[in-house]
């Protein structure tokens, strides 16, 4: 794709380059603007630097290194740097869950603020990318008013962030939506300088004040993650009641007041963001004493937690009722396909779960085996599909990757000591794995349901 053409570009920095700030500064570049990538930790730098990416994103890698071969794109550690650099400045730093506590940590926010806004001594404007808690961006703007040699030529937008994990690039390249929470005609008018090219392309643009854009992102999030509790709460209902939540599923998802995004049944969400977003905003209204509105929201963690305890229990029914001795071959263990992620991974706390229960536990994934050998040493670790499940009593796909989907049952089963199968995702065609002589098991669809073919 290329940028369209503008009489001048902007010099941007982009501060953080985890997934979120990696993604953000390599296609702001492609967009063809000059951008500066700025993190504390000079390993990380030093990979970017080199055109490799530290995480698994499809399609990135590429830009990334137009990106570098194109000089539009660059990396550092200093704020100094990005200070004389920049005139728009992107905060892309995390925000996770607190130890002991719902709440957010925003160290890294702060640490970010302080460190730059001494070092910003002309007209700039700081935007915002983080999840943060609502009211956070008031404060960082008064700090950042009183600390900037610039003042209030300082200003501070905020712009929250909606990629999914596995779409990094068409998410920033052609967002669904731009918000821009600005307290000035000036603040909107960079921001629309910023987002030219989507904005031609037609994304609607949403003007807002700070707090609204702050509560757009953790809204969304908590709402994706009620969606998705509640079909897990229906398919608790389903499989006591032998009935099958995948083709419930279909017929609700063709009310077009309910619809079908995020409204697939299985193991549940994970993953660095909706987890502990849904818990920092419980902690925020509680902060707020609006505590009893988002009550429900505890609830939904709930239900997403048990699809794990479920899972381990369909699978120990399938070893005969007891994992000692039992071998398990696990497919999957990143918290979504296409990611490497196993941040809050369903699977790999599944996985963990039977492997601490008696089991042997042999995994395999396309992307995550690395950060999950480093995170649960303790399980063994496969190459290939064939050899995780390689005399496995039970197998378990718990990540919905396009090579465990298409899988061959009969191939698999030619390797297993037992054709023993739980599908943790409702991704496979049950209909085809019963009839390679598979006992197939899925989340929401009762013993005596007759599981129709998956969507798409």
């Known amino acids: 794709m290329a940028p369209a053409e503008h009489a001048t570009r902007r010099h941007i920095t982009v501060l953080g380059t985890g997934y979120l700030g990696t993604a953000h500064a390599v296609c702001l570049a492609e967009m063809g603007f000059e951008v500066l990538g700025v993190d504390v930790d000079p390993a990380r730098v030093k990979v970017l630097a080199q055109g490799e990416l ?29 200070a004389a650099f920049g005139d728009v400045h992107f905060v892309c730093v995390g925000t996770p869950q607190r130890e002991a506590s719902y709440a957010a940590d925003l160290s890294q926010v702060d640490g970010c603020v302080d460190a730059l806004g001494p070092l910003l001594d002309r007209p700039c404007l700081v935007i915002g990318k983080s999840t943060v808690p609502v009211g956070t961006a008031e404060i960082l703007a008064a700090r950042l008013a009183r600390m900037a040699p610039a003042g209030s030529a300082c200003e501070l937008a905020w712009n ?3 990629l999914r994990e596995g779409h990094a690039v068409q998410d920033t390249l052609r967002p669904d939506r731009i918000v821009a929470g600005v307290r ?13 090219d989507p904005i031609a392309a037609g994304t609607p643009f949403l003007v807002t004040d700070l707090a609204t854009a702050e509560l757009v992102k953790v809204a969304a999030n908590a709402f994706l993650a009620t969606k998705i509790s509640f079909i897990n709460a229906m398919a608790e209902v389903c499989e006591v009641a032998h009935a099958d939540v995948t083709m419930l599923s279909e017929a609700l998802g063709h009310d077009p007041r309910i619809g ?10 994970g993953g660095g963001c909706l987890p502990k977003d849904i818990r920092a ?49 696990v497919l999957g263990i990143a918290f979504k396909p296409d990611s490497d992620d196993i941040r809050d991974s369903p699977a790999l706390d599944v996985a963990a779960t039977i492997q601490g229960l008696g089991a ?20 063994t670790y496969a190459g290939t599909a064939i050899e995780a499940v390689t005399g496995a009593d039970v197998t378990l796909l718990l990540t919905e990757w396009r090579e465990f989907r298409e899988a061959d049952p009969e191939e698999l089963g030619q390797a297993v000591a037992h054709r023993n199968i739980v599908d943790g995702r409702n991704a496979l065609d049950a209909a085809r794995w019963r009839a390679a002589s598979w006992h197939y098991r899925a989340l929401g669809v009762g013993a005596g349901a007759t599981s129709g073919t998956p969507a798409g």
Not at 54 to 82: I, K, V
Not at 187 to 192: D, S
Not at 360 to 379: G, I, K, N, Q
């Open 54 to 82: 530290p995480f698994y994103e499809p399609g990135l890698e590429p830009l990334l290194q137009a990106g570098l071969r194109s000089g539009r794109l660059a990396f550092s550690t200093s704020y100094a740097d990005a």
């Open 160 to 162: 929250p962030e909606f």
């Open 184 to 196: 000035s005609a000036r603040a909107e008018a960079v921001l629309r300088e910023v987002y030219a």
């Open 260 to 269: 079908s995004a995020a409204m697939h049944p299985g193991l549940g969400f």
């Open 281 to 329: 905003f419980m902690a925020r209204a509680e902060e707020l004493g609006v505590e009893p509105a988002l009550s429900f929201l505890r609830e939904v963690d709930n239900i997403n937690l048990r699809r794990r305890a479920r899972m381990v229990d369909l699978a120990r029914e399938l070893a005969g009722g007891s994992f000692d001795g039992r071998t398990v071959g």
């Open 360 to 379: 042997s536990v042999t995994v395999y994934d396309p992307a995550a085996v690395r950060h999950a050998r480093r995170a649960h040493p303790e399980l």
